[in-house]
């Protein structure tokens, strides 16, 4: 039999030295065999999923690196930290507070791609981040980042949980793959009792219709009404079951300069409910934020200045009762009504 260029094997230690030349925190590397389909499927299911039809889409491809990379053989898992100081007030999560992180992982994916193709000029990729076709997490558990906690997300011993995720697989094996990490959570169950709305099904699996980040980033919607009460001091985003995480330690080191706050994630829900169009176009720009909409930014402010029941913001509340958008009227209307609300116990 003659040997093809996909029988040829990369050297770990220079794949890795690779990722880490182009500036990602942590690098993996996992064997690139099919994932059991009962996690995925039974989520989807459960209609935990809630809209988002693109994850009942190629289901297949998700749970097999060789249906979307003919000849798969390694998943190179990579995160970048972002974590933000604790004293930092934002309505916005932590990962979405500065520059959209998934430029920072498509600029150095891009030169990862130009440093492997240096090791081996034939070799073949698919890269992925966030709304592509892979399990980024079980990915990033395989090759021995970090585990998968009882709060659905990727704790890393160095980093703790404050990482954004993605994947590269490559049609070359490696002379050696790391372990897969054990899963650390113990008897801890502090994310899932803190969570503001209830949104775990079970431990490590997230019911989205009832996840504020979901409802916040997601749903174009109108936002359920058991469901608003969890946007008190949130606009965009949800860090509760993060924030509780014993991982999540004070001295884990702040992430880099391009994610430090933007002015958008510095103002009030009554500043950003507020905001005209161009304004928010202009503050958003570069922002994962994007990804709202000018309407969604509004909406979520509504609900927020609505379930603080902020009385200082009325003025604006009661000028987007009349809005063109039905979504931020109804909103409004729902926060006046909040604001109205006859206080109870003095
Ligand atoms: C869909 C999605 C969402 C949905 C659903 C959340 C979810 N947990 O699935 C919504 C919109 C709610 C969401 C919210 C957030 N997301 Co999101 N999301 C995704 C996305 C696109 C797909 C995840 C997925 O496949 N879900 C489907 C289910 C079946 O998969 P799963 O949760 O991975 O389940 C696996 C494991 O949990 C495990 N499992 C199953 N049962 C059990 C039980 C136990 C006990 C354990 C330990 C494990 C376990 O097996 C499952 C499948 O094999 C990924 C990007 C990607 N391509 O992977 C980002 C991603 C997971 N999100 C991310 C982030 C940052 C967030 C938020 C923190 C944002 C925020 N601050 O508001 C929140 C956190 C909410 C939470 N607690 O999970 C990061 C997570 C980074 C990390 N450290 O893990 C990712 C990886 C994006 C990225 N590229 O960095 N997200
Ligand atoms: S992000 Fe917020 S709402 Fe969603 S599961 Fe975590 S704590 Fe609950
Ligand atoms: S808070 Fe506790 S249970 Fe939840 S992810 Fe962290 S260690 Fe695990």
């Given at each position: 039999?003659?040997?093809?260029?996909?029988?040829?094997?990369?050297?770990?230690?220079?794949?890795?030295?690779?990722?880490?030349?182009?500036?990602?925190?942590?690098?993996?590397?996992?064997?690139?065999?099919?994932?059991?389909?009962?996690?995925?499927?039974?989520?989807?299911?459960?209609?935990?999923?809630?809209?988002?039809?693109?994850?009942?889409?190629?289901?297949?491809?998700?749970?097999?690196?060789?249906?979307?990379?003919?000849?798969?053989?390694?998943?190179?898992?990579?995160?970048?930290?972002?974590?933000?100081?604790?004293?930092?007030?934002?309505?916005?999560?932590?990962?979405?507070?500065?520059?959209?992180?998934?430029?920072?992982?498509?600029?150095?994916?891009?030169?990862?791609?130009?440093?492997?193709?240096?090791?081996?000029?034939?070799?073949?990729?698919?890269?992925?981040?966030?709304?592509?076709?892979?399990?980024?997490?079980?990915?990033a558990e395989r090759a021995g980042l970090g585990f998968i906690g009882k709060n659905g997300l990727l704790i890393t011993p160095e980093f703790g949980s404050w990482v954004t995720l993605s994947v590269m697989f490559l049609d070359r094996a490696v002379d050696r793959y790391d372990a897969p990490?054990?899963?650390?959570?113990?008897?801890?169950?502090?994310?899932?009792?803190?969570?503001?709305?209830?949104?775990?099904?079970?431990?490590?699996?997230?019911?989205?219709?009832?996840?504020?980040?979901?409802?916040?980033?997601?749903?174009?919607?109108?936002?359920?009404?058991?469901?608003?009460?969890?946007?008190?001091?949130?606009?965009?985003?949800?860090?509760?079951?993060?924030?509780?995480?014993?991982?999540?330690?004070?001295?884990?080191?702040?992430?880099?300069?391009?994610?430090?706050?933007?002015?958008?994630?510095?103002?009030?829900?009554?500043?950003?409910?507020?905001?005209?169009?161009?304004?928010?176009?202009?503050?958003?720009?570069?922002?994962?934020?994007?990804?709202?909409?000018?309407?969604?930014?509004?909406?979520?402010?509504?609900?927020?200045?609505?379930?603080?029941?902020?009385?200082?913001?009325?003025?604006?509340?009661?000028?987007?009762?009349?809005?063109?958008?039905?979504?931020?009227?109804?909103?409004?209307?729902?926060?006046?009504?909040?604001?109205?609300?006859?206080?109870?116990?003095?």
């Open positions: 039999m003659t040997a093809t260029a996909s029988d040829r094997v990369l050297s770990a230690e220079m794949v890795r030295a690779a990722g880490r030349a182009t500036r990602f925190g942590l690098v993996g590397l996992a064997p690139a065999q099919p994932l059991d389909p009962a996690p995925l499927t039974d989520w989807l299911r459960a209609g935990h999923a809630a809209d988002m039809d693109w994850m009942h889409r190629r289901q297949e491809e998700r749970l097999d690196p060789g249906r979307v990379l003919a000849g798969a053989r390694t998943v190179v898992a990579l995160a970048i930290p972002y974590r933000r100081p604790a004293t930092e007030r934002s309505r916005v999560a932590s990962y979405a507070r500065g520059r959209d992180y998934h430029y920072a992982h498509r600029d150095r994916m891009r030169a990862l791609r130009q440093q492997l193709l240096l090791l081996d000029p034939t070799l073949e990729t698919y890269a992925c981040v966030d709304t592509g076709v892979a399990m980024e997490k079980v990915w990490h054990a899963r650390l959570c113990g008897d801890c169950t502090k994310c899932l009792g803190a969570c503001p709305t209830g949104a775990f099904a079970a431990p490590g699996v997230v019911d989205a219709r009832r996840c504020v980040a979901y409802q916040s980033i997601e749903n174009r919607g109108s936002v359920p009404e058991p469901i608003r009460k969890g946007f008190v001091a949130r606009v965009f985003g949800c860090d509760v079951c993060q924030d509780v995480c014993p991982f999540n330690r004070d001295d884990i080191p702040v992430g880099d300069r391009r994610f430090e706050p933007r002015p958008l994630a510095a103002l009030t829900p009554a500043q950003m409910a507020g905001l005209t169009g161009e304004e928010f176009g202009r503050l958003a720009a570069g922002m994962a934020v994007v990804r709202t909409q000018y309407d969604g930014l509004r909406r979520n402010a509504l609900l927020s200045i609505g379930a603080a029941r902020d009385r200082s913001a009325r003025a604006i509340v009661e000028r987007l009762v009349h809005d063109d958008s039905a979504v931020v009227s109804e909103a409004a209307a729902w926060a006046l009504g909040q604001i109205d609300r006859p206080r109870t116990g003095g």
